[in-house]
């Protein structure tokens, strides 16, 4: 089955570098998702990306937080100046569509983000 | 806005027990309903989903779950727990139509399975 993959695994900076999350969605897939999870918290929603801009954004997307799809495959999360709140786990996902047919959200195994 | 309540963070089931995990869940508009399972240091795999057609939806590996307006719940079971099931579960809800279809989980039920 395919499968979206995430890397790096585990990111290791310091507050206020930058780091960017990279994700590749399956490729036929046309909605894109970020997702984080605080340790011991629920898993929260950050954003929808779909024909190259973002569809929905909660509010912990602030103005540090920015999504790309640099190349047709590849989706970022890049957070400009990290702070120690942004540790976290982040999970990528994708989907074919949205609704009753479409919308199954497939996860990647998510980058571990820990800042110091 | 959707909310969605996981009741008892972590469980432990006997091997061969049946496996009860609740979910309660709010939404002002018909909701999409679903689980995942987290498997360790894997991503999130869905188990089933729940979209307006019959209330009782079958998954992967055995697990059910019923959908319940009066109660609005999504409760998940399994007959009989097998070790390969420990695991982290969550129960999420996003709402039909929505351009970008975002999920709104749980806080995740954590099952152990004894031998």
């Known amino acids: 089955e395919p499968e979206v993959t995430q890397t790096p695994s585990h990111q290791v900076t310091q507050m206020g570098q930058e780091v960017i999350l990279r994700c590749v969605p399956i490729?036929?897939?046309?909605?894109f998702y970020w997702y984080r999870q605080i340790l011991g918290q629920k898993v929260e929603f950050l954003v929808s990306?779909?024909?190259?801009?973002?569809?929905?954004k909660s509010e912990i997307f602030d103005d540090q937080f920015s999504v790309e799809r640099p190349d047709g495959s590849n989706f970022t999360l890049k957070i400009r100046s990290t702070k120690l709140e942004d540790s976290a786990m982040y999970f990528c996902?994708?989907?074919?569509?949205?609704?009753?047919?479409?919308?199954?959200?497939?996860f990647g195994p998510g980058t571990r983000l820990t800042v110091t | 806005a959707q909310s969605v309540t996981q009741l008892g963070s972590h469980v432990s089931v006997s091997e061969g027990a049946l496996v009860l995990l609740r979910c309660n869940y709010s939404s002002s508009v018909p909701p999409y309903l679903f689980w995942y399972v987290q498997y360790p240091n894997q991503g999130l795999q869905l188990l089933l989903k729940?979209?307006?057609?019959?209330?009782l939806v079958k998954g992967i590996n055995g697990f059910e779950a019923e959908f319940k307006k009066s109660e609005t719940s999504f409760h998940l079971t399994k007959p009989s727990a097998h070790m390969s099931d420990a695991a982290e579960y969550f129960c999420?809800?996003?709402?039909?139509?929505?351009?970008?279809?975002?999920?709104?989980f749980g806080g995740g039920t954590r099952v152990l399975v004894k031998p």
């Open positions: 996902a994708s989907s074919e569509g949205v609704g009753t047919s479409g919308g199954k959200q497939y």
């Open positions: 490729s036929n897939h046309l909605y």
């Open positions: 990306f779909y024909n190259n801009e973002i569809s929905e």
């Open positions: 999420a809800v996003s709402g039909p139509g929505a351009a970008g279809n975002k999920l709104t």
């Open positions: 729940y979209t307006s057609a019959a209330t």
